[in-house]
T-cell receptor, first 113, second 116 residues
C-alpha cells in the first residue's frame, strides 16, 4: 500500500542535542510538509517542500531545518532542542494542484529531557 | 481572515448514540476546500473527506455523513450509531491555495469519547 512512513515513532533526546526525524513516502507526491503538534492543539505547519523548493513559514524558529534529498525522503533537523520543542511531529504529502488532499504519516513523538 | 472554529472541545456519548461535530469556517475566497481528519490516540491524522465550495451536496459514507451549508459557512460531521472505535480527536480544516501548493488551516479539534 502506498503510504507515508515516519521513523522513529518515538524519539528521546537531551536538551541541546541535535536530533533528526525522518519521513519517507511511496505516493510519489511532489509536496512534503512538516507539522508540529503540541498536546491538545491543532497541527502547526513548520515548512513544506514543493519538489526541491523549500518554503518556510514565517514563524518557524531558526532552530528547525529541513532537507529533502530526493522525492521520497524528507528530514526534519532540530539543531538545539529545547523543552518547548517536545511535541508530535507529523509529516504529510500531497500532489501538486489546487488544494490537494494531504496524507499524513503516523508521526514521531519527541521527548526532550 | 481565514479561520476554522470547532466550538465543541469535548463530546461524550454512549455507544450507539448519534453525534454531530460542528465546524464553522471563514474565508473570502470563492473557491475553497474543506476537510475532516480523524486523529485516534495513536496520533496519525486520518483523512476522512474533502469537499469543494461548489459542491453543496451532502455526503454519506457508511455511518458517517457530512452536511455542507455555504449560507451558514458550516461543514458539520455526523456519526450515526457511534462505536467505541470512533473515539478520537476530529479536526475540521480549510484548504487554501498558495500558488503551487496548498495549506490547511485547522480548527482546534473536538475530542469525541464514545463510552461502551
Amino acid at each position: 500500500d502506498a503510504m507515508v512512513i515516519q521513523n522513529p515513532r518515538y524519539q528521546v533526546t537531551q536538551f541541546g542535542k541535535p536530533v533528526t526525524l525522518s519521513c519517507s513516502q511511496t505516493l510519489n507526491h511532489n509536496v512534503m510538509y512538516w507539522y508540529q503538534q503540541k498536546s491538545s492543539q491543532a497541527p502547526k505547519l513548520l515548512f513544506h517542500y514543493y519538489d526541491k523548493d523549500f518554503n518556510n513559514e514565517a514563524d518557524t524558529p531558526d532552530n528547525f531545518q529541513s532537507r529533502r534529498p530526493n522525492t521520497s525522503f524528507c528530514f526534519l533537523d532540530i539543531r538545539s532542542p529545547g523543552l518547548g520543542d517536545a511535541a508530535m511531529y507529523l509529516c504529510a504529502t500531497s500532489r501538486t494542484g489546487r488544494v490537494e488532499t494531504q496524507y499524513f504519516g503516523p508521526g514521531t513523538r519527541l521527548l526532550v529531557l | 481572515a481565514q479561520k476554522v472554529t470547532q466550538a465543541q472541545t469535548e463530546i461524550s456519548v454512549v455507544e450507539k448514540e448519534d453525534v454531530t461535530l460542528d465546524c464553522v469556517y471563514e474565508t473570502r475566497d470563492t473557491t475553497y476546500y474543506l476537510f475532516w481528519y480523524k486523529q485516534p490516540p495513536s496520533g496519525e491524522l486520518v483523512f476522512l473527506i474533502r469537499r469543494n465550495s461548489f459542491d453543496e451536496q451532502n455526503e454519506i459514507s457508511g455511518r458517517y455523513s457530512w452536511n455542507f451549508q455555504k449560507s451558514t459557512s458550516s461543514f458539520n460531521f455526523t456519526i450515526t450509531a457511534s462505536q467505541v472505535v470512533d473515539s478520537a480527536v476530529y479536526f475540521c480544516a480549510l484548504g487554501v491555495y498558495g500558488g503551487a501548493t496548498n495549506k490547511l488551516i485547522f480548527g482546534t479539534g473536538t475530542l469525541l469519547a464514545v463510552q461502551p
